[in-house]
């Protein structure tokens, strides 16, 4: 059925919202009798969608932390981390799962790759403002005293840019999470489908996991946040005021903002 | 391959009932029948894709032009009363994180379907980013600049237009562009939510390659055309950043 | 300066360019303004103790009053509650006997010059638009303003093709002399100067403070100046007001007071060990009685040379060119020739006429014949100043507060060579 010139809700606000409460809490049964909603099936669509997130932000940090770390300490490529940043946030996520399902298919694999090109940007920028960012003569003090280039990378610019790399892996995710909702698009099942196969859940169905989806990514930004915070070195958290007075950054198109595609 | 059957029954992969036709079965062995990329197809019905097109440039530039009034709107609020810029950038930035198709659905039972939804929840979007680049802007004026502007006798509100808005101007079109551009991207979710756009064909036949291609290109289009008018447009209103040593 | 910058409504005669450089010889529009602080006090929220405490002072019509202190002696706070960016506790501040705070804040900092450390120019604005900021407030008309820049920058010796430039343009010390423009604009009768100079380098340091100092002989604004530096406000101010912390005053006297006689300890200390010599930065050449010299040229012989030397106080004739610009010196070995070769002399150490004597000094013990030539303008030597008639300066005189930098006639070797610029016993061709 398409969606397109659905009538408005029938249903009172009240009761359109009672009900997809109770879709949440307690098994229904759909028009044509299967089980549908409930805390059990509800469980199972939140667990392949946060594994289908996670492999995908696992395997986007493993690829753009070291390729962020090098370019970073070299100050090279600055405009590949740019462009990728800016033709990533071009594509529509919705586009980028077509593109793969049109031309590698449907399934787990091609959805978490699909994903992973969408993390890919925030984490890449991330990484690499935050080490292009960490002062060039703490980065000179620690090669005088005689750090190997591995050295001054493990120990001085991945801790001082930890806190921006977090911040890119949180829009990341936050990202990753609300794309995810569209998986079930390519035969991937998570808490997207309930709200894109009305037909079997109604309105109520729909509601009751947008609730859920939305929950999960407020969870997933908040945790994130967590982590952020965490990150950051103690002795650079204190002085975050009085910093706000250095000059600031150069204007970059959107190395520093947020990538979003939902 | 089909995608009939494959989220257990419950998801239907539509194609159709939106308008969209295309007839395999006359054309066996066909490019458009092998679901390919077909450069003669996309000439002879590129005529479909131009209405939703339209309605995404539509739905695009209402919620950032909305948008945009709403955070610089709260931006200004906050340059008097400082305290309000955490709560700003913390609500701005609940409303960000809730993804979209969610946001769709959460405004079901308040505005129901149509393109007043779609634009609900994409005008939420962009104040996120949009508040945070005005305020962005204005924080980045040099503090001796402004010294000196009140000392030279600018009253606040002489200040703020004279001074401060044209100098964090560049910052303020850096959020507009990356507004704009993740507001293309959202838009194609708002068939979700009755209001058409590009995403409609997309989701129409998703297998067939041409219609993903020819689609997923009008949507990058639609952005870098928006970006280079942005563009533009800041280097009419900077000249000064242009000036380089003499 | 300009003749009509307070009244921009009416037929305004716009300033000829050629003749508005020197528009302040013409008469200012607005007299300078007196000011007065009575019992100023400021104490800042969540600290201790005031920052300004009771500063009581006042500045005459027309003089450069310089607050100099350590930091947080709260002299910059001072300064800035002036022109209102700060506001006071309690006290008041006159200007021309009428309290500041009965006035708008930006209306009465359009007629209060503020130049900052920082300069603070606006980035987004031509040059020409910058200096214009004030007059553009006030609502002057275009071809005014336009006038008006042009003279200011030429007043401010800026090329006038900078008008159209963005500050980005521009380096440190141009851009200080836009800030000085810019702040000139409106020919305030009151000028705040907050560090002006502080971030500059020295050579170009300097050279703004004496331009400044030259421009100020001529518009006569009333200044007040901030600087932590003491050598800065003995050289620029006619009053200097030291601050200590707390924000409290420890004296309010002339350079040459505050050298001569310290109030306390801390100023003292503040002035600093070598305050004698420090008084050499307050007078100039020029006011000095100079020695004669016996000038010679190229080609004049070396036995009239020497015989014109017999009982002369400077003992090395000065070879001058045919404009009478100093050449070199000759000593007796570079005499042995029958006729002078300038180009075998020593190096001459030149003064300028307005020179501060420290500097002057400093010139005369580099040289290697312990003299300098002092030259005029045009680079025509006028005479020649010896090491001891500077150190003579510094010998305290009793009871005198002000050095006013007369010649001790004793102990000075008396000039018995009247040289005058005779033409020489022979014929030159030239002269």
Known sequence: MSLLGLPAPSLPVGSLVGDALEFIVSEQRSIDGTPIGGPSQLWGLTQTHLELSLSALLLATLLSVPIGLLLGHYRKGELVAIAASNVGRAVPSLALIALFVAFLGTGFLNVALALVLLAIPPILTGTYVGVAAVDREIVDAARGQGLTEFQIVRQVELPLALASIFGGLRTSAVNVVATATIAPLAGVLTLGDPIIATSVYGDAGRLGASIVVALLAVLTEVGFAQAQRAATPAGLRSHRRSLRRSPAPPILTSTTQPRSTR | ?246 | MSPEPARPAGPSPIPSAAGGARAGARGLSRPAARLELRELTKQYPGEDGPAVDRLSLEVPAGEICVFVGPSGCGKTTAMRMINRMIDRDSGEILLDGRDVNDRDPSELRREIGYVIQQIGLFPHRTIEENIGTVPSLLGWKKADIAARTQELLDLVGLDPAFAKRYPAQLSGGQRQRVGVARALAADPPLLLMDEPFGAIDPITRDRLQNEFLRLQKTLGRTIVFVTHDIDEAIKMGDRIAVLRTGGRLAQYATPAELLLAPADDFVERFVGADRALKRLALGRVSDLDLLPVVKVHDGDPSDWVRSQLAGAPVPYPLVVDDDERPVSWLDADDLRADRVVGAEGSDVAIVDGDAVLRDAFSSVLQSRVRFAVVVDERGKSIGVLSADRIADELLPRDGEQQPDLAPVADGLPTPTLDYPDAAPPFDRGTK
């Open chain 2, 1 to 246: 391959m089909s995608l009939a059957g494959l989220s257990t029954g419950a998801s239907v992969i539509a194609q159709d009932g939106s308008g969209f036709f295309r007839d395999r079965a006359s054309d066996a062995g066909s490019c458009v029948s092998k679901n390919g990329f077909c450069p003669d197809w996309i000439a002879d019905n590129f005529g479909q894709y131009t209405g939703p097109l339209q309605e995404h440039a539509v739905l695009t530039v209402t919620a950032v032009v909305i948008g945009f009034v709403i955070a610089f709107a709260l931006a200004l609020i906050a340059e008097k009363r400082r305290w309000l810029v955490g709560p700003f950038t913390q609500l701005s930035g609940i409303l960000y994180t809730i993804p979209t198709l969610a946001a769709f659905f959460l405004l079901l039972p308040i505005t129901g379907r149509g393109f007043l939804t779609a634009e609900v929840a994409l005008v939420a979007y962009t104040l996120l980013i949009l508040f945070r680049g005005v305020r962005t802007g204005l924080d980045s004026v040099p503090p001796e600049t402004v010294d000196a502007a009140k000392g030279v006798g600018l009253t606040d509100r002489q200040l703020m237009w004279q001074v401060k808005l044209p100098l964090a101007l560049p910052q303020i079109i850096a959020a507009l562009r990356v507004a704009s551009s993740t507001t293309v991207g959202l838009a194609t979710l708002a068939f979700f939510a009755g209001a058409g756009g590009l995403g409609g064909k997309i989701y129409a036949d998703l297998t067939f390659k041409s219609n993903v291609v020819l689609a997923s290109l009008l949507c990058v289009a639609l952005a870098v055309a928006i970006e280079i008018v942005l563009v533009l447009v800041q280097r009419g209103l900077t000249p000064w950043t242009r000036a380089v040593n003499a």
